[in-house]
């Protein structure tokens, strides 16, 4: 069975992923994904009033949301993660998204390491609108971190756990590149349709961009690091990936 799910009611398709979030989704035919920015991140009920509000003025539903980009204050603990995870799925819940089990919208929730918000706050959405002729086609990924999908009960899943040497990190990246690619393969894409390939993490992985990242094709949009750490405790680096048919700034 297809890990990839039309959700007709958004005009989009995604890739199962966990409780919280898919793993990536794409535009269905006659839709295209636009991405808002906001001008400053908006503690996350305010925030998801934002998103309700922008959709409104634009005549789509709530339904139309398929991505969130979140910034946290601090790396969450496996419990803390879980419990912040129930109460942001049942907003998505009373919206109408999270049916069965199954959650369509994409997510990236990573912590700044400078002037972190307050709260888990929104910095970030994307939504479905109707396609204009030729508009490209357009996906998001979800944040993706050193986790290991297939892991062994008694396996740690995180990959080089503690190990942010070179060797370790090269580990990571190579582990995420991976997944991105799968994703993206899934979703029906591959680095070359990528407008937007982002990296988290505060360990340096300068001198690792070219091999691991930039030669494997991964840049055709550039590359943007952020200066932030992934959402759980004892994970280093995460990446997403995205290629939006528009970007809109959101005045709040």
Not at 10 to 25: E, H, Q, T
Not at 201 to 213: D, S, Y
């Amino acid at each position: 069975m297809s890990d990839l799910v039309a959700f007709a009611d958004g005009g989009y398709r995604y890739l199962k992923g966990a409780m919280p979030f898919s793993s990536g989704v794409a535009a269905e035919p006659g839709f295209a994904i636009e991405r808002a920015r906001l001008t400053r991140p908006l503690p996350l009920l305010d925030g998801f009033a934002a998103v309700e509000t922008h959709l409104r003025s634009l005549g789509r539903p709530n339904v139309a949301l398929c991505g969130m980009e979140l910034r946290s204050p601090v790396p969450f603990t496996a419990e803390t993660f879980q419990a912040f995870n129930v109460q942001y799925v049942k907003v998505l819940e009373s919206w109408g998204l999270y049916r069965d089990g199954q959650n369509p919208v994409a997510r990236t929730n990573v912590v700044p390491a400078f002037e972190p918000p307050p709260a888990p706050s929104l910095y970030a959405f994307s939504y479905t609108v109707a396609a204009r002729l030729g508009t490209p086609r357009s996906f998001v990924t979800a944040g993706g971190g050193e986790l290991r999908r297939d892991a062994a009960p008694n396996e740690d899943r995180i990959v080089a756990r503690g190990d942010t040497s070179p060797a370790g990190l090269t580990a990571k990246m190579r582990h995420v590149m991976a997944e991105m690619e799968r994703r993206l393969a899934a979703l029906g894409f591959a680095w070359k349709d990528a407008l937007e390939t982002s990296a988290y993490t505060v360990f340096q992985i300068g001198p690792l961009i070219e091999a691991e990242i930039v030669r494997r094709g991964a840049t055709a949009g550039g590359l943007t690091w952020h200066f932030c750490r992934p959402p759980v405790v004892g994970t280093d680096y995460e990446m997403d990936v995205r290629s939006a048919a528009a970007t809109r700034k959101l005045e709040v």
